[in-house]
């Protein structure tokens, strides 16, 4: 086996509906946006990751931006095949070598995903020279990267907000109790916030702007003890045609975000009642932990330790959580062997 160890890689991949993360030796050498930029004429793409992220709203009508996976799943099997292999030729170890090694990978998946959807993205990955191919749930994955021991009988319950969906799961010996899987997570929160500034203020603004406006300003209640400064909004105004630009406050964006965060806070309630009694008393000890890009969002886990009387922990570097942890179980796939699906 010795000279082929040599000729095979092994990375982890966290394939996110906003970012995909792969790391490789234990370091993050891909962080980039789930997005592609493809020639419309002859179906070629043009860009991926970050240089397609700039051209999203901003394309003519030879080029289309599209983000191959939707709601943590792939929607788009050619371009995120394409996005896949264009960021593994970017990882630099891999650049200097002369032909392309074969890999093992371990990939996280959401939790909800069907039998047909984790197909796919195995089928994805082996079309890119991967040999061995495992796959682990997103909040198996965030638990691991959080530093929870996950093989031990004692429950944790983490809560990952995502780009495309909120992973809700209690976890115990190594595998997933109970979980629930909803579609509400960053995307629907930048939404949100197109469709409030539409309404109340007659501005017509681009998901960039939206997302923007959620990283500098985004709240989750209205009451923050550091609040951030108001924010000039630039966009079309829908009543003139003329561009125009109002000033928005955390507050407003709060009232915006607020029915979307109330069915996040509902869906960690069902799972806690479906916790069983011994678990339950795990979590009470341990409290839970958010992880996810959606985590980030201010306020969001004091409004959640209101809910549910629990305490609730960030993880530190929630973005990176999920491929942590999906790194440590390509370290030690002996280990965590039962975690993973094949």
Same mark, same amino acid.
């Given at each position: 086996?010795?000279?082929?160890?040599?000729?095979?890689?092994?990375?982890?991949?966290?394939?996110?509906?906003?970012?995909?993360?792969? =790391?490789?030796?234990?370091?993050? @050498?891909? %962080?980039?946006?789930?997005?592609? +930029?493809? *020639?419309?004429? !002859?179906?070629? $793409? /043009?860009?991926?990751?970050?240089?397609?992220?700039?051209?999203?709203?901003?394309?003519?009508?030879?080029?289309?931006?599209?983000?191959?996976?939707?709601?943590?799943?792939?929607?788009?099997?050619?371009?995120?095949?394409?996005?896949?292999?264009?960021?593994?030729?970017?990882?630099?170890?891999?650049?200097?070598?002369?032909?392309?090694?074969?890999?093992?990978?371990?990939?996280?998946?959401?939790?909800?995903?069907?039998?047909?959807?984790?197909?796919?993205?195995?089928?994805?990955?082996?079309?890119?020279?991967?040999?061995?191919?495992?796959?682990?749930?997103?909040?198996?994955?965030?638990?691991?990267?959080?530093?929870?021991?996950?093989?031990?009988?004692?429950?944790?319950?983490?809560?990952?907000?995502?780009?495309?969906?909120?992973?809700?799961?209690? =976890?115990?010996?190594?595998?997933? @109790?109970? %979980?629930?899987?909803?579609?509400? +997570?960053? *995307?629907?929160? !930048?939404?949100? $916030? /197109?469709?409030?500034?539409?309404?109340?203020?007659?501005?017509?603004?681009?998901?960039?702007?939206?997302?923007?406006?959620?990283?500098?300003?985004?709240?989750?209640?209205?009451?923050?003890?550091?609040?951030?400064?108001?924010?000039?909004?630039?966009?079309?105004?829908?009543?003139?045609?003329?561009?125009?630009?109002?000033?928005?406050?955390?507050?407003?964006?709060?009232?915006?975000?607020?029915?979307?965060?109330?069915?996040?806070?509902?869906?960690?309630?069902?799972?806690?009642?479906?916790?069983?009694?011994?678990?339950?008393?795990?979590?009470?000890?341990?409290?839970?932990?958010?992880?996810?890009?959606?985590?980030?969002?201010?306020?969001?886990?004091?409004?959640?330790?209101?809910?549910?009387?629990?305490?609730?922990?960030?993880?530190?570097?929630?973005?990176?959580?999920?491929?942590?942890?999906?790194?440590?179980?390509?370290?030690?796939?002996?280990?965590?062997?039962?975690?993973?699906?094949?």
């Amino acid at each position: 086996m010795g000279f082929f160890d040599f000729l095979t890689e092994d990375i982890a991949i966290d394939l996110g509906t906003a970012n995909t993360l792969i =790391i490789h030796n234990d370091k993050v @050498v891909v %962080d980039s946006p789930s997005i592609v +930029a493809r *020639d419309r004429l !002859t179906g070629k $793409i /043009i860009a991926v990751g970050k240089e397609a992220a700039m051209m999203q709203g901003k394309t003519h009508e030879n080029i289309k931006t599209v983000r191959p996976l939707k709601d943590g799943v792939i929607a788009d099997f050619d371009a995120s095949e394409q996005m896949i292999s264009m960021f593994i030729k970017e990882i630099p170890a891999l650049k200097k070598r002369l032909f392309t090694p074969s890999l093992r990978m371990v990939i996280c998946i959401p939790s909800g995903i069907t039998e047909v959807e984790m197909r796919a993205v195995k089928d994805s990955a082996e079309r890119v020279n991967g040999k061995e191919v495992y796959l682990i749930h997103e909040p198996m994955a965030a638990a691991i990267g959080i530093g929870v021991d996950i093989m031990q009988p004692k429950g944790n319950m983490i809560v990952d907000i995502g780009g495309g969906t909120t992973e809700i799961a209690v =976890i115990a010996l190594g595998g997933i @109790v109970c %979980d629930k899987s909803v579609k509400i +997570a960053g *995307d629907v929160f !930048t939404n949100d $916030i /197109i469709y409030f500034m539409r309404t109340q203020h007659n501005l017509f603004i681009g998901e960039r702007t939206a997302e923007k406006i959620k990283i500098q300003i985004g709240s989750a209640t209205e009451d923050l003890e550091t609040a951030p400064e108001d924010m000039s909004v630039q966009g079309r105004d829908l009543l003139t045609g003329k561009p125009k630009q109002v000033e928005i406050s955390f507050r407003e964006i709060a009232k915006a975000l607020d029915k979307s965060i109330l069915r996040i806070e509902d869906a960690v309630m069902e799972t806690l009642s479906q916790t069983p009694p011994e678990l339950a008393a795990d979590v009470y000890n341990t409290g839970i932990y958010l992880a996810g890009g959606g985590s980030m969002l201010r306020g969001l886990d004091k409004r959640l330790s209101q809910k549910t009387d629990l305490p609730v922990y960030i993880a530190e570097d929630p973005l990176r959580a999920i491929v942590r942890g999906t790194g440590i179980t390509l370290k030690d796939l002996e280990r965590y062997k039962a975690v993973l699906l094949k």
